[in-house]
């Protein structure tokens, strides 16, 4: 498994594991857990949820999913905005641990900037360090204006991710973004990276993947990670497609395959709003 560093010297994958709508469906939870147990055994160890999450069913899944294993597991969870105030953020810190059935958090993110202000953040981000109840946190959906605002923030700077969407169809954080994360030697995280489905039903893409000896999910994610500083997390209820996914990593993209791609889905040519779901 390849890996990436956060700013404090951790290693993580590059390559993890989405939990957006996993839980929600009871009759899929056996194969749920047992396709996140399966991506763990591979070494998909970097698990990404939230509270949000189906109003905390995917954290739920999750903890039952993760039992027995919580030392193989760099544990990612987000904070809803308006619960991103000191106070409030230690009862969802704790109300997350409980559902995850674990002490502590590897990494816990604000999911998106709210009316909070961001010194408030990291002061709540703060304390549950001190509490021991999360080892690092980062921010999720952070466009670069509200980044460089959190840089001036006392304590900002210790800020080890920021999750954002990502994706061939949505390359916008190339233009300012992505390079200041990198000059920071901040990871970006990236989410969704088949644009929920849509890269795979698209056809340049898949006439890409199958002259290649690919599939559309490979190429998306191979894509992903010949990016340096950038993790990816997609998601995936089913064993089989987990595999699939995995094997991404067997795919290294040589620069031609890459200025191939580069024609398909064109870089930013200049800056732009920062995509979201």
């Given at each position: ?42 070494g998909l160890t970097l698990v990404d949820t939230a ?192 595999e699939e996914n995995t094997k991404a990593l067997a ?27």
């Amino acid at each position: 498994m390849n890996t990436t560093l956060l700013p404090c010297g951790q290693k993580v994958p590059t390559l993890g594991q989405g939990t957006w709508n996993i839980g929600d469906d009871p009759s899929a939870r056996k194969e749920e857990i047992a396709t996140i147990q399966h991506g763990i055994a591979l070494g998909l160890t970097l698990v990404d949820t939230a509270e949000m999450y189906g109003d905390g069913r995917s954290e739920s899944l999750v903890g039952e999913a993760i039992a027995g294993r919580r030392g193989d597991v760099f544990l990612v969870s987000k904070v809803y905005p308006h619960n991103a105030s000191p106070a409030a953020m230690r009862k969802s810190c704790e109300a997350s641990l409980r559902r995850l059935r674990v002490d502590a958090l590897d990494l816990y993110l604000l999911h998106w900037q709210g009316d909070v202000p961001l010194e408030q953040t990291v002061q709540g981000f703060e304390a549950l360090q001190r509490a021991g109840k999360i080892r690092h946190w980062g921010v999720s959906n952070l466009d670069i204006d509200a980044m460089q605002r959190l840089w001036r923030v006392p304590g900002g700077d210790a800020c080890q991710a920021n999750q954002v969407l990502y994706n061939l169809g949505e390359r916008g954080i190339e233009w300012d973004l992505l390079p200041w994360l990198r000059d920071r030697g901040l990871p970006a995280m990236a989410y969704s990276p088949f644009d929920q489905g849509r890269l795979l039903r698209n056809r340049a893409l898949s006439g890409f993947a199958r002259d290649h000896g690919m599939t559309a999910s490979q190429v998306a994610l191979a894509w992903l990670l010949a990016h340096d500083g950038v993790i990816a997390i997609p998601k995936t209820g089913h064993r089989k497609r987990l595999e699939e996914n995995t094997k991404a990593l067997a795919h290294a993209l040589s620069a031609a395959q890459l200025k191939s791609l580069d024609a398909l889905f064109a870089p930013p040519t200049g800056p732009s709003p920062l995509a979201m779901l």
